[in-house]
């Protein structure tokens, strides 16, 4: 079985910045892509950033400038550092993973429980 667990939410007053991490750990052969999504109440889940093994990296247009995505892919560990955060940068943030748990398998998409991201003004 493989578990995302991820750390770093909070209250944040506007202007703020927080760190969120996220590491993989169980029966894993590789991890390709690794990213935080957000849920907003009333929302869907949204991509916010995501980051490929080779370093490659994508945000949505809401937080470019703002966040950035990081991995040590040693540690199997995603990282989210926001900056300036907004009222609207508030939901819960889940990790994702995608990866394969043997050379030969298909890829599998893992989710952290979320984290709780609160930004007041």
């Known amino acids: 079985q493989v578990q995302l667990v991820e750390s770093g939410g909070g209250l944040v007053q506007a202007g703020g910045s927080l760190r969120l991490s996220c590491a993989a750990s169980g029966s894993i052969f590789s991890i390709n892509v690794m990213g935080w999504y957000r849920q907003a109440p009333g929302k869907q889940r949204e991509l916010v950033a995501a980051i490929t093994s080779g370093g490659s990296t994508n945000y949505a247009n809401s937080v470019k400038g703002r966040f950035t995505i990081s991995r040590d892919n040693a540690k199997n560990t995603v990282y989210l550092h926001m900056n300036s955060l907004k009222p609207e940068d508030t939901a819960v943030y889940y990790c994702?993973?995608?990866?394969?748990?043997?050379?030969?398998?298909?890829?599998?998409?893992?989710w952290g429980q979320g984290t709780q991201v609160t930004v007041s003004e």
């Open positions: 994702n993973a995608e990866g394969k748990r043997t050379p030969w398998g298909g890829t599998l998409h893992y």
